[in-house]
């Protein structure tokens, strides 16, 4: 079939690969000129910057997608385990390093805190039990399809419902099994690997621990945009057309199909269409006679982000490759991001510095810096006010931490708000999860990989089932591949 897919972000790169090696007739169409969606990457002088995702996990789904194109990962790119999942950095002055090794975390807990480092252990067991659980129904299935529920995965979660946690929020199972405020707010943390308020989120979402503390963090050798271009390189081969600077004006449906593609180039005609854009930025933009788009609306948005790119002329000893400096009051920061929509009067920072693992990134004896808040999604804000306050926040915070002038060590600077987040990604106002999973509804029901109304429209990337962040991108464009066999048959 000729098949064209909207995007050339994880997801779009990763169906695109697989409609390819099962013989399809495949065509990308991005607006911008290079892959890599949220995934993309920033020069500026002599430093390189990630400027999406900066954890890597689960890497065997990238093993197994490049496998099923008869190729071997490792020969496109290495990576490795990270010693240190992350460093958190709190308001009293306590420095934590969350291990990989459970014998140096265990020492670590005793060091730093007060918890008892069995309940962490108990906790990343409970994690593991429930993504086991709820994985292949959750994660790597349509879910919700009424065929599915009498499968053996859904009756084994339907025997073990009890165990996934709906009815709490993740705040109050956090708050119950720890005792120490310094390890609740570590663990609430997680809500935001998807956008959300671990005030709000089902605690089942505490599963995301297991991701990273149990299977391990990893990071590409080369930094996080050695995946796209791994991806893209291998697409290339199996035949996918690529076209850059392409962008779509209107995507045609008629009689509960879509019958063609409107670009500035003239209308095109697929047999298949499958879209990795921001399913709000679809329905909005490209579909706006469809009624997707008023249902689309009505769903919370998750947050976005302000991010700073800094160039450092000198390097920092103290800082690892993640580090997280927490707020001092962590849900009066989400209820300034969910409920009053501005950024909090004190935020909590993230800093990733790749080129302490890709020397290449920064000059010798320098470093370079992506640091990120959380903020809400564009609602009309003053955005060049709201980072200028920020910026000034960011810095008067690191730089007590660190004991240095931060602005005089940066030499190099640039920026990303939720407006040119979404100009340069379709994020839709910003927002870089789509809608948030603040809900135990909408959690586990994000848009669907497909729409009966719509026979032959595939949906995949962050924006819609399962979520958001590179392994659950693959993981979409692994159901659509599995729907597109069912449904064609090839």
């Given at each position: 079939m000729r098949v064209v897919v909207l995007g050339a972000g994880i997801g779009g790169l990763a169906i695109a690969l697989r409609m390819a090696v099962?013989?399809?007739?495949?065509?990308?169409?991005?607006?911008?000129?290079?892959?890599?969606?949220?995934?993309?990457?920033?020069?500026?002088?002599?430093?390189?910057?990630?400027?999406?995702?900066?954890?890597?996990?689960?890497?065997?789904?990238?093993?197994?997608?490049?496998?099923l194109a008869g190729r071997e990962l490792k020969d496109y790119l290495s990576y490795q385990l990270l010693p240190v999942n992350c460093r958190y950095f709190y308001m009293d002055g306590t420095l934590l390093d969350f291990y990989h090794s459970p014998e140096r975390l265990e020492k670590e807990i005793r060091e730093q805190t007060t918890e008892d480092p069995e309940r962490i252990f108990h906790r990343l067991e409970q994690a593991r039990e429930v993504y086991e659980l709820s994985a292949p129904v959750f994660l790597f299935e349509p879910f919700g399809k009424l065929s599915a529920f009498n499968t053996p995965p859904y009756k084994k979660v339907a025997r073990q419902l009890y165990k996934l946690d709906f009815f709490r929020t993740m705040h109050q199972a956090n708050q119950k099994d720890f005792t120490d405020p310094k390890i609740i707010q570590l663990f609430d943390r997680y809500a935001t690997y998807n956008g959300s308020d671990p005030y709000r989120a089902p605690a089942t979402l505490n599963m995301i621990a297991h991701l990273e503390n149990n299977i391990g963090a990893y990071f590409p050798e080369k930094g996080m945009y050695s995946l796209v271009e791994a991806l893209y390189h291998v697409a290339v081969t199996k035949g996918v057309e690529f076209r850059f600077h392409t962008e779509i004006e209107e995507l045609i449906v008629q009689n509960k199909q879509v019958t063609g593609i409107r670009t500035a180039e003239g209308e095109q005609q697929y047999d298949l269409y499958i879209s990795?854009?921001?399913?709000?930025?679809?329905?909005?933009?490209?579909?706006?006679?469809?009624?997707?788009?008023?249902?689309?609306?009505?769903?919370?948005?998750?947050?976005?982000?302000?991010?700073?790119?800094?160039?450092?002329?000198?390097?920092?000893?103290?800082?690892?490759?993640?580090?997280?400096?927490?707020?001092?009051?962590?849900?009066?920061?989400?209820?300034?991001?969910?409920?009053?929509?501005?950024?909090?009067?004190?935020?909590?920072?993230?800093?990733?510095?790749?080129?302490?693992?890709?020397?290449?990134?920064?000059?010798?004896?320098?470093?370079?810096?992506?640091?990120?808040?959380?903020?809400?999604?564009?609602?009309?804000?003053?955005?060049?006010?709201?980072?200028?306050?920020?910026?000034?926040?960011?810095?008067?915070?690191?730089?007590?931490?660190?004991?240095?002038?931060?602005?005089?060590?940066?030499?190099?600077?640039?920026?990303?708000?939720?407006?040119?987040?979404?100009?340069?990604?379709?994020?839709?106002?910003?927002?870089?999860?789509?809608?948030?999973?603040?809900?135990?509804?909408?959690?586990?029901?994000r848009h669907p990989n497909h729409l009966k109304e719509i026979r032959n429209l595939y949906f995949t990337g962050g924006s819609v089932h399962p979520g958001g962040g590179i392994p659950l991108c693959l993981a979409s464009a692994a159901i659509v591949d599995n729907e597109i066999s069912r449904v064609y048959g090839a």
């Amino acid at each position: 079939m000729r098949v064209v897919v909207l995007g050339a972000g994880i997801g779009g790169l990763a169906i695109a690969l697989r409609m390819a090696v099962r013989g399809h007739d495949v065509t990308v169409l991005e607006k911008n000129s290079r892959p890599g969606g949220k995934l993309a990457e920033l020069r500026l002088g002599n430093y390189r910057f990630d400027t999406g995702p900066s954890l890597f996990t689960l890497p065997e789904l990238m093993e197994e997608l490049f496998q099923l194109a008869g190729r071997e990962l490792k020969d496109y790119l290495s990576y490795q385990l990270l010693p240190v999942n992350c460093r958190y950095f709190y308001m009293d002055g306590t420095l934590l390093d969350f291990y990989h090794s459970p014998e140096r975390l265990e020492k670590e807990i005793r060091e730093q805190t007060t918890e008892d480092p069995e309940r962490i252990f108990h906790r990343l067991e409970q994690a593991r039990e429930v993504y086991e659980l709820s994985a292949p129904v959750f994660l790597f299935e349509p879910f919700g399809k009424l065929s599915a529920f009498n499968t053996p995965p859904y009756k084994k979660v339907a025997r073990q419902l009890y165990k996934l946690d709906f009815f709490r929020t993740m705040h109050q199972a956090n708050q119950k099994d720890f005792t120490d405020p310094k390890i609740i707010q570590l663990f609430d943390r997680y809500a935001t690997y998807n956008g959300s308020d671990p005030y709000r989120a089902p605690a089942t979402l505490n599963m995301i621990a297991h991701l990273e503390n149990n299977i391990g963090a990893y990071f590409p050798e080369k930094g996080m945009y050695s995946l796209v271009e791994a991806l893209y390189h291998v697409a290339v081969t199996k035949g996918v057309e690529f076209r850059f600077h392409t962008e779509i004006e209107e995507l045609i449906v008629q009689n509960k199909q879509v019958t063609g593609i409107r670009t500035a180039e003239g209308e095109q005609q697929y047999d298949l269409y499958i879209s990795g854009i921001d399913v709000g930025t679809l329905a909005n933009r490209y579909m706006k006679q469809h009624p997707l788009r008023r249902r689309l609306n009505r769903s919370e948005p998750s947050t976005s982000a302000l991010i700073f790119y800094w160039g450092m002329n000198r390097a920092f000893p103290l800082l690892e490759l993640h580090n997280i400096f927490f707020s001092s009051d962590y849900q009066a920061e989400f209820d300034s991001l969910f409920r009053k929509k501005e950024i909090p009067g004190e935020p909590t920072i993230y800093l990733f510095i790749s080129s302490r693992v890709v020397k290449k990134d920064a000059p010798e004896g320098c470093e370079n810096w992506f640091v990120m808040v959380n903020v809400p999604a564009d609602q009309g804000q003053d955005w060049e006010e709201l980072r200028r306050v920020t910026r000034r926040k960011v810095i008067d915070r690191l730089s007590i931490v660190l004991e240095t002038d931060i602005e005089a060590c940066i030499e190099e600077e640039s920026y990303a708000d939720p407006r040119t987040i979404e100009a340069q990604t379709g994020s839709y106002h910003g927002a870089l999860y789509g809608m948030s999973s603040s809900s135990m509804f909408s959690a586990f029901l994000r848009h669907p990989n497909h729409l009966k109304e719509i026979r032959n429209l595939y949906f995949t990337g962050g924006s819609v089932h399962p979520g958001g962040g590179i392994p659950l991108c693959l993981a979409s464009a692994a159901i659509v591949d599995n729907e597109i066999s069912r449904v064609y048959g090839a």
